[in-house]
């Protein structure tokens, strides 16, 4: 007669062989390649799937990250965290550099729409579905996600390289925390992060006017890509009003659009935790049935 330690032993054995093959394999990583023209620093992280079944087109994602358009970097840890989620559920994906500090805008703009164009360009090395993109970014890189998204139809702003003839166009925009309106007052937090130095510096050349022509809730169109916003209640850089004003600008045009506000946090949040805390909302889930449902093949 088999003793009851060794069943339970045996039984142990059986469940971690069966956790270690439901786990996700680790994806593949590729760092530091080059997306922008030669004489630029700027690179992009590539992260693909572990594994793929022969002949399969993958989505495909940009993440932007966020630093007030004069810091940050495509390796920050949020990055990772949303990247690998992404590429765990079968997409690839990008994290990038780009132009950043005084007189950015809009060269960081161009950046963010040069890597769609990179995906695009390299569908086949990459086994990715090019008619099926999206861009998402957090705090900074949420503004730039949606400028991207919102004015593709509109042409403003379009590269004129590396990738002549190659469309910017996205099926989707996540929208992590990022301002929709650079003219807000001086007395909010983002209204006095944007006039004060340095940040005043990205948008100099324009003065008021580019404040205004680089804030996304102005370029929503009924032909705009579906938007999921998610932002934190507590958040005190950008005041989540920005999202309510966001959100219903999309409602205004009939643009599909999901917005979730989390209860009890702030900036900074990824798809898991915020200030090493687990969400109160489980958004991994929903940014990825957000993803599925718009960047599903197209009968």
């Given at each position: 007669?088999?003793?009851?330690?060794?069943?339970?032993?045996?039984?142990?054995?059986?469940?971690?062989?069966?956790?270690?093959?439901?786990?996700?394999?680790?994806?593949?990583?590729?760092?530091?390649?080059?997306?922008?023209?030669?004489?630029?620093?700027?690179?992009?992280d590539?992260?693909?799937?572990?594994?793929?079944p022969?002949?399969?087109?993958?989505?495909?994602?940009?993440?932007?990250?966020?630093?007030?358009?004069?810091?940050?970097?495509?390796?920050?840890?949020?990055?990772?965290?949303?990247?690998?989620?992404?590429?765990?559920?079968?997409?690839?994906?990008?994290?990038?550099?780009?132009?950043l500090?005084?007189?950015?805008?809009?060269?960081?703009?161009?950046?963010?729409?040069?890597?769609?164009?990179?995906?695009?360009?390299?569908?086949?090395?990459?086994?990715?579905?090019?008619?099926?993109?999206?861009?998402?970014?957090?705090?900074?890189?949420?503004?730039?996600?949606?400028?991207?998204?919102?004015?593709?139809?509109?042409?403003?702003?379009?590269?004129?390289?590396?990738?002549?003839?190659?469309?910017?166009?996205?099926?989707?925009v996540?929208?992590?925390?990022?301002p929709?309106?650079?003219t807000?007052?001086?007395e909010?937090?983002?209204?006095?992060?944007?006039?004060?130095?340095?940040?005043?510096?990205?948008?100099?050349?324009?003065?008021?006017?580019?404040?205004?022509?680089?804030?996304?809730v102005?370029?929503?169109?009924p032909n705009?890509?579906?938007?999921?916003?998610?932002?934190?209640?507590?958040?005190?850089?950008?005041?989540?009003?920005?999202?309510?004003q966001?959100?219903?600008?999309?409602?205004?045009?009939?643009?599909?659009?999901?917005?979730?506000?989390?209860?009890?946090?702030?900036?900074?949040?990824?798809?898991?935790?915020?200030?090493?805390k687990?969400?109160?909302?489980?958004?991994?889930?929903?940014?990825?049935?957000?993803?599925?449902?718009?960047?599903?093949?197209?009968?």
């Amino acid at each position: 007669m088999i003793s009851l330690e060794r069943l339970l032993l045996g039984l142990a054995f059986f469940l971690g062989l069966a956790t270690a093959r439901s786990a996700d394999p680790a994806p593949q990583v590729m760092l530091d390649l080059a997306y922008l023209a030669p004489d630029r620093a700027e690179k992009l992280d590539l992260y693909l799937p572990a594994s793929r079944p022969p002949g399969k087109l993958s989505p495909a994602v940009v993440w932007i990250h966020g630093g007030g358009w004069t810091g940050g970097t495509k390796s920050e840890a949020r990055a990772k965290n949303i990247c690998g989620i992404l590429a765990s559920a079968g997409y690839v994906a990008v994290s990038i550099d780009y132009k950043l500090g005084d007189g950015a805008w809009p060269l960081n703009l161009l950046d963010c729409k040069n890597a769609v164009r990179f995906l695009r360009a390299n569908a086949a090395k990459y086994r990715l579905d090019p008619n099926r993109i999206a861009v998402a970014g957090g705090s900074a890189g949420g503004h730039l996600a949606l400028m991207v998204g919102l004015t593709t139809t509109k042409k403003l702003h379009e590269p004129d390289g590396p990738y002549p003839g190659v469309s910017n166009a996205v099926r989707g925009v996540i929208n992590m925390y990022g301002p929709g309106d650079l003219t807000i007052g001086p007395e909010t937090p983002l209204g006095k992060l944007v006039a004060g130095d340095p940040i005043r510096g990205v948008f100099a050349a324009g003065g008021p006017a580019a404040l205004a022509a680089a804030s996304p809730v102005n370029h929503v169109t009924p032909n705009s890509p579906p938007v999921m916003i998610l932002h934190g209640r507590t958040d005190t850089t950008v005041e989540y009003q920005q999202s309510d004003q966001m959100a219903a600008a999309l409602k205004a045009q009939g643009v599909p659009h999901e917005y979730i506000l989390l209860e009890n946090v702030g900036h900074t949040f990824d798809w898991t935790s915020w200030s090493k805390k687990p969400l109160p909302r489980d958004v991994r889930s929903a940014a990825l049935a957000f993803l599925e449902k718009h960047l599903s093949p197209k009968k």
